[in-house]
């Protein structure tokens, strides 16, 4: 199995790391000849989204990206990535997201919470995190912290407002691997 | 480790592979914004002009900060003054995203720095080697950079702080466990420090370039030389075209390690800003605050 990471801009290494621990090879995707090497999932990190967005348009990555998306290429998407995913970025998952929901980084925060599919509190680290806002057909909602959705999934698309990289526990990771 | 100082080392981390550039007004934010910069810098004079205007420099207006905030949606950072903790904590009560406790202001300390463990929001500092690096993180920097020489659109220096900074990590990586006593007695900094450099082969927190970027091929210099992100200053809004010589130096970051790339993006950026040659200068700023 090989997972390709986003690393246009981001915590795209401390992904990496999770699938070393897990025994899962891995490849960075930085641009267009990038993309063209075999891959049976990808892993959209957490930076900035409105980087992320510039660079895969500028690279031109974005139809490329989206194409195999919506032809079931397994995708997680953390903070920033879950943004990536959303109806006004790649429009690969009916959800709306709200941007920078908790504020600045005097709001980030660290939480312990339930996760569907995870049968123990997982550990969630929020960093100017955004939230799901409302969701449509075919999407699945897997953890709710104070009222506001945290991660979801639709087919082969998993998200997460909060940062599973950023933890050693390795659950959401095997969660994903399990999709592919 | 206290929660709050992890989240500000994730905030860093969230940086990575990305350009921070410095704006002076809401338009010039929209700018670097839409140019993909991952944060920005607020500050009324960009660190040329502090040197040309010469006399003392402090922080910013807050209300210019705040119309900075508002301009744009990615994270905001300020500068204030080595070892002014007052500045410090107006900046934390606007919600500041990033404290820079930066040497391109005029020092108000010359002996100590901020005693960032007593604020929530985050710091980074300037370093010129691995002791001051360290030195900064005891104190509650959760990001470094190097000082380089701001303002002068000339790279040696950031170079020289990079290349002695990864050379000394690699020295460190390199040394029996019983020889970290000494090591960590040389550089005046903790234990515990010594050991995760040494164990890691890298700082604890996230370490990016800073000072004297000018071009494309600078920002990729640094990046080769082991930064893990770029600082831009005087080098994009003293150039000839701002908007294309940003974005070009976003991309040069992502694809620093792609000579085709970085050729492509190189073309036709504009003149450069002219620079002023480190023998030419009468302040060093990176001699402040050690």
Same mark, same amino acid.
């Given at each position: 199995?090989?997972?390709?990471?986003?690393?246009?801009?981001?915590?795209?290494?401390?992904?990496?790391?999770?699938?070393?621990?897990?025994?899962?090879?891995?490849?960075?995707?930085?641009?267009?000849?990038?993309?063209?090497?075999?891959?049976?999932?990808?892993?959209?990190?957490?930076?900035?989204?409105?980087?992320?967005?510039?660079?895969?348009?500028?690279?031109?990555?974005?139809?490329?990206?989206?194409?195999?998306?919506?032809?079931?290429?397994?995708?997680?998407?953390?903070?920033?990535?879950?943004?990536?995913?959303?109806?006004?970025?790649?429009?690969?998952?009916?959800?709306?997201?709200?941007?920078?929901?908790?504020?600045?980084?005097?709001?980030?925060?660290?939480?312990?919470?339930?996760?569907?599919?995870?049968?123990?509190?997982?550990?969630?680290?929020?960093?100017?995190?955004?939230?799901?806002?409302?969701?449509?057909?075919?999407?699945?909602?897997?953890?709710?912290?104070?009222?506001?959705?945290?991660?979801?999934?639709?087919?082969?698309?998993?998200?997460?407002?909060?940062?599973?990289?950023?933890?050693?526990?390795?659950?959401?990771?095997?969660?994903?691997?399990?999709?592919? | 480790?206290?929660?709050?100082?992890?989240?500000?080392?994730?905030?860093?981390?969230?940086?990575?592979?990305?350009?921070?550039?410095?704006?002076?007004?809401?338009?010039?934010?929209?700018?670097?914004?839409?140019?993909?910069?991952?944060?920005?810098?607020?500050?009324?004079?960009?660190?040329?002009?502090?040197?040309?205007?010469?006399?003392?420099?402090?922080?910013?207006?807050?209300?210019?900060?705040?119309?900075?905030?508002?301009?744009?949606?990615?994270?905001?950072?300020?500068?204030?003054?080595?070892?002014?903790?007052?500045?410090?904590?107006?900046?934390?009560?606007?919600?500041?995203?990033?404290?820079?406790?930066?040497?391109?202001?005029?020092?108000?300390?010359?002996?100590?720095?901020?005693?960032?463990?007593?604020?929530?929001?985050?710091?980074?500092?300037?370093?010129? &080697? $691995? =002791?001051? !690096?360290?030195?900064? +993180? @005891? %104190?509650?920097?959760?990001?470094?950079?190097?000082?380089?020489?701001?303002?002068?659109?000339?790279?040696?220096?950031?170079?020289?702080?990079?290349?002695?900074?990864?050379?000394?990590?690699?020295?460190?990586?390199?040394?029996?466990?019983?020889?970290?006593?000494?090591?960590?007695?040389?550089?005046?900094?903790?234990?515990?420090?010594?050991?995760?450099?040494?164990?890691?082969?890298?700082?604890?927190?996230?370490?990016?370039?800073?000072?004297?970027?000018?071009?494309?091929?600078?920002?990729?210099?640094?990046?080769?030389?082991?930064?893990?992100?770029?600082?831009?200053?005087?080098?994009?809004?003293?150039?000839?075209?701002?908007?294309?010589?940003?974005?070009?130096?976003?991309?040069?970051?992502?694809?620093?390690?792609?000579?085709?790339?970085?050729?492509?993006?190189?073309? &036709? $950026? =504009?003149? !450069?800003?002219?620079? +002023? @040659? %480190?023998?030419?200068?009468?302040?060093?700023?990176?001699?402040?605050?050690?």
């Amino acid at each position: 199995m090989k997972i390709a990471i986003l690393a246009l801009q981001g915590a795209f290494e401390e992904h990496r790391q999770m699938l070393l621990k897990l025994g899962v090879e891995s490849f960075f995707v930085r641009n267009a000849a990038d993309w063209e090497r075999p891959k049976d999932g990808l892993i959209i990190p957490g930076g900035e989204s409105t980087t992320i967005l510039k660079l895969l348009n500028d690279l031109s990555l974005y139809d490329a990206v989206r194409n195999e998306i919506l032809a079931g290429l397994p995708v997680f998407g953390t903070c920033a990535g879950l943004i990536m995913l959303d109806s006004k970025h790649l429009n690969t998952m009916n959800i709306q997201v709200k941007r920078n929901a908790y504020g600045r980084q005097l709001g980030s925060f660290y939480h312990e919470g339930k996760f569907d599919g995870i049968d123990r509190n997982i550990p969630m680290t929020f960093i100017r995190a955004p939230y799901i806002e409302s969701v449509g057909n075919r999407v699945e909602i897997l953890s709710v912290v104070d009222g506001n959705i945290v991660a979801a999934r639709q087919d082969n698309q998993v998200v997460t407002a909060f940062h599973p990289e950023l933890n050693e526990d390795t659950a959401v990771h095997e969660y994903f691997l399990k999709m592919i | 480790m206290e929660k709050r100082e992890n989240l500000n080392r994730n905030l860093a981390q969230m940086l990575k592979g990305g350009v921070i550039m410095d704006v002076t007004t809401p338009e010039q934010a929209k700018i670097a914004e839409a140019a993909g910069a991952c944060a920005v810098m607020a500050l009324e004079k960009i660190p040329a002009d502090i040197r040309a205007a010469g006399g003392v420099a402090r922080m910013s207006d807050p209300k210019m900060i705040k119309s900075i905030q508002q301009a744009v949606t990615i994270p905001v950072m300020a500068k204030c003054r080595i070892g002014h903790f007052a500045e410090a904590q107006i900046l934390e009560a606007i919600e500041i995203d990033y404290i820079d406790e930066s040497e391109v202001l005029s020092p108000a300390d010359d002996v100590y720095h901020i005693d960032k463990r007593n604020f929530k929001v985050p710091f980074v500092c300037g370093a010129k &080697d $691995l =002791g001051e !690096a360290l030195r900064r +993180i @005891n %104190e509650g920097a959760t990001m470094i950079r190097t000082k380089g020489e701001p303002g002068t659109g000339d790279i040696i220096q950031a170079v020289r702080h990079m290349r002695k900074m990864q050379s000394e990590i690699r020295r460190i990586a390199s040394l029996d466990t019983n020889e970290l006593y000494e090591a960590a007695k040389q550089l005046q900094v903790p234990f515990d420090l010594v050991l995760y450099v040494h164990d890691n082969g890298k700082l604890p927190v996230v370490n990016f370039a800073a000072g004297g970027v000018a071009t494309p091929a600078d920002a990729a210099l640094m990046m080769q030389l082991g930064a893990e992100g770029v600082f831009v200053g005087s080098g994009i809004f003293k150039s000839g075209n701002p908007e294309k010589r940003a974005q070009a130096i976003v991309k040069a970051v992502t694809n620093y390690d792609k000579p085709e790339i970085l050729a492509e993006l190189s073309e &036709d $950026l =504009g003149g !450069a800003m002219v620079g +002023i @040659n %480190e023998e030419e200068i009468k302040l060093l700023m990176a001699e402040r605050g050690k």
